[in-house]
DNA sequence: TATGAATGAGTTTTCATTCAT
DNA sequence: CATGAATGAAAACTCATTCAT
C-alpha cells in the first residue's frame, strides 16, 4: 500500500471517531478498530495522537481550500467572487461535517498540547497553511473595501469573524436522511447570503 | 457556608482551570487546587466532573442573559434593539472569555457525554435555558422581519448563525494588557455591526 | 430514644444492606440513608465500620442462640433433643436470613480487620459467644455419642459440618410471596433431619 | 506465551491474593505484584476485576469436577458412588483451600455484581458450569431413592444441603505443617460418611 | 444527640506508547 | 509493514472518618 493511502485511510477513521466522541475519548484502539487494523498499523504511519489530530486538522484545511482557491484566483467582480467563495466553504462545510467539527472544537487543544518536536514543525506548516486560506478573504474583502463595495472596518476583525460565521453550521446542522442536497443548498446560499451583509456597506 | 457559595466558589474555579487547559486535560485535582480545597470538597457538591462543566454552563448563558434581556424588553425600534443586543452579547463574552471558551468548545460533549440521570436532569435544564436566551434573538428577528427591517430568510438558521457570530471573539480575540477598554468597545461595535448587516435587507 | 433502641435500628438498617450488597459495598451513608438519618448518627453509636459488622454478628448469633437454648436445656433424650434443636437453628435462620447471611459471607474479615482495641475487644466477646452456642450442640452430639445414639467420630468436625449444614439453607433459599410458612416448616425439618442422619449410627 | 498461560498464571495470583485478604481488601496492583507483572498485564487479559473473580469461581469448578466426574460415570451402587463421589469432593476442597475458599465467600457478589455485557455472558456460562457440576449429585442422589438406598425427600434441598456439607471444612479447616496428608484423609472420610448418613434411610 | 461539610487515602479503570516478533 | 502483549502514568470517583455546629 503506498504511503499516501494508508495515511489517509487513517486520518479519515480518526476522524470519524473524534467526530463521534470527541479526540479524549477516543482510543488509537478504536481508530485501529474503525478501518479494521491493528493499533501497531496506526503507529507505523503517525508517531503520536497529536500528529493524527493535526492530520485530521489538515485535511480540514485542504478540502475545503481545494473548492474555495478556484474561485478566488476569478476575475469577477468582489462581491460576486466573495459570495461564491463563501458558498463553496460552507458546502465543504456541510459535505464533511464530522472532518470539520473536529477541527473547530480542538483549534486550542492543538495549540497547547504539540509537544514533540515533530508536532510542532507539522504545527507550524498547518498553521501557515490556514493563514494562507484566511489570506484568500483577507484578500478579496481588502479589494472590496478598496472598491467601495464592502464597509471601511478592521479587515482583521472582519476576516476571522466571517470565517467562524461560515463554519456556523458545526454547531447547529443536523444532517437528516430526506431532501439533504436541497437542504444544503438552501442553507449554503444563506448563509453566504449573510456573509456578504455582514460586511457590505 | 451557604449551599450557593460553595457551589459557585467550585464552578468558578472549574471554569478558570478548563479554560487554561481544556475540561479534558484538567483534573479534579486541579479544580480542587485552584480553590485551595481538597478534591472531596468538589466531590461533595457535584457528583461528576460532567455535572461541573454543566454548571460552568448554565453560569455562561445566565452572565450573558443578565445583560441581553433588559435591552430585549426595550420597545426600542428592531434594528436599534438588535444592534445593542448584540453588542451587549460580545460585550459579556469579551469581559469573561474563558467562561465561554469553555463552553463552546464543550457544546457536544455536553449532549454526548450525559451519562448520570442526574446529569441528563440537569442538561435538560440547561438546554431549556438556551432555548430561552435564544428565543430572545428569534423574537427581535422576526419582529424585524415582519416590519420590512429585516431581510425574508429561514429565522431558524438567521438566529443561529447570528449568534454564532457573536460568539466569534472567543475564536480569535487575545486580550492584550493595554488599552483593553476601548479595543473591546470597537470590537462589540463592529462585531454587532456585521450582524445586523448580515440579516438586514 | 434510650441506648439499646438507637444501636438496635442502627444494626438492623446495616444488615439490611450489608445483605443486599455486601459489605464493602455498602457506604455508612447507605445504612443511615436506609434508616432515613445521617452519617453523623451512625457514628455516633459506633465508632467504625467493623464494630457495625460485629453488632450485626453479635445479633445474629443472639437471635439464634434464644431459640436454642432453651431447647438444649431440656432432659429430652439426646435423639430427640438435637432434631428439635437443630429445626429451631433452621427456623431462625430462615426468618432472619439477610441477617444471617451477611454473618457467613464475613466470617473471615471479621477476624482480618479488626483493627482498633476497641473491635478487638469485641471480637473476643464474640467469638466467646459463638463458642458458648456452639457448645450446646457439642453437648448434646458428645451426650449422644455416649449413650450410643450417634456415631463415634470427632467431636470438632461433627460439631462444625453439622452447624454449616444447618446454615446451607443462606445459600440457596430464595423466599417467595407465597406459602412460605409451609415450605420454611418442611425445608427446617428436612435439613433438621439430615443433620440427625448425618452423626446417627 | 499462548494465551491459556497467561490466563491462568492471573488467575492463579488472584485466587492467591483474594483467599489471603479477601476479594475487597484486594487491588489488582496487588494481583499484579504477587505474579511480578504490571496492572497493565492483568487488564490487558481481564477487563474487570469481575471478571477476574468469575476466572477464578470458574477454576474452582473445574479443578473438583475433574475428580468427581469420573466416580459419578462408573456403575458403581449409589450408596458406594456417591460416598467415594463426596469424598473426592471433600479432598478436593482441601487441597485447594484457598481457592474455594474465595467461591464460596463470594457466590452471592458473583450474581449481584456483574454489571458488564462480557461479565453477564461469562457469569451465564459458570451457572450453566455450576449446575452440570451439581446435576452430578442430583442423578446419585436420585438414582438412590429410587433403588430405595436414601430416603425420600425433596431431592433440591438434598442436593444443595449436601453440597454445602462438602464444603463445610473451608469454614474451619486449618491446615497445619505437620502430619497434614492423614488428617486430611480423615476429615474426607468423615465429612463423606456424615453426608452419607444425611441422605440415607 | 444529631447533622453534614470537609478530608485524603485508596481503588478501579483507561490508554498512549513501546517493543519483540 | 503489521501485530498485539506489556507497561505505567494518570484520572475519576468512593468512602471511612473527623469535627465544628
Redesign the pocket.
Known amino acids: 500500500?503506498p504511503?499516501r493511502d494508508?495515511k489517509q485511510d487513517i486520518t479519515k477513521a480518526a476522524a470519524i471517531c473524534f467526530a463521534r466522541n470527541g479526540v479524549d475519548?477516543?482510543?488509537?484502539?478504536e481508530v485501529a478498530r474503525e478501518m479494521g487494523?491493528?493499533?501497531?498499523?496506526v503507529?507505523?504511519?503517525f508517531?503520536?495522537?497529536?500528529e493524527l489530530l493535526l492530520s485530521v486538522r489538515q485535511q480540514s484545511i485542504l478540502s475545503v481550500m481545494e473548492r474555495v482557491k478556484p474561485i478566488a484566483d476569478t476575475p469577477a467582480p468582489t462581491t460576486e467572487r466573495f459570495l461564491d467563495m463563501a458558498q463553496a466553504h460552507v458546502h465543504g462545510i456541510l459535505d464533511d461535517l464530522p472532518f470539520h467539527r473536529v477541527v473547530v472544537e480542538n483549534l486550542r487543544s492543538g495549540l497547547a498540547g504539540a509537544t514533540t518536536e515533530h508536532e510542532r514543525a507539522f504545527l507550524t506548516e498547518i498553521v501557515a497553511l490556514q493563514a494562507s486560506y484566511e489570506d484568500l478573504f483577507r484578500e478579496v474583502i481588502s479589494a472590496g473595501q478598496k472598491d467601495g463595495s464592502f464597509r471601511q472596518q478592521s479587515t482583521s476583525v472582519a476576516v476571522n469573524s466571517i470565517i467562524v460565521l461560515l463554519n456556523a453550521p458545526i454547531f447547529w446542522y443536523q444532517p437528516r436522511p430526506e431532501e439533504t442536497e436541497t437542504q444544503r443548498e438552501d442553507i449554503a446560499k444563506q448563509v453566504a447570503r449573510m456573509a456578504l451583509g455582514a460586511i457590505s456597506i
Open positions: 500500500m504511503k494508508a475519548k477516543t482510543s488509537i484502539d487494523a491493528s493499533k501497531g498499523k503507529y507505523h504511519w508517531r503520536t495522537k497529536g
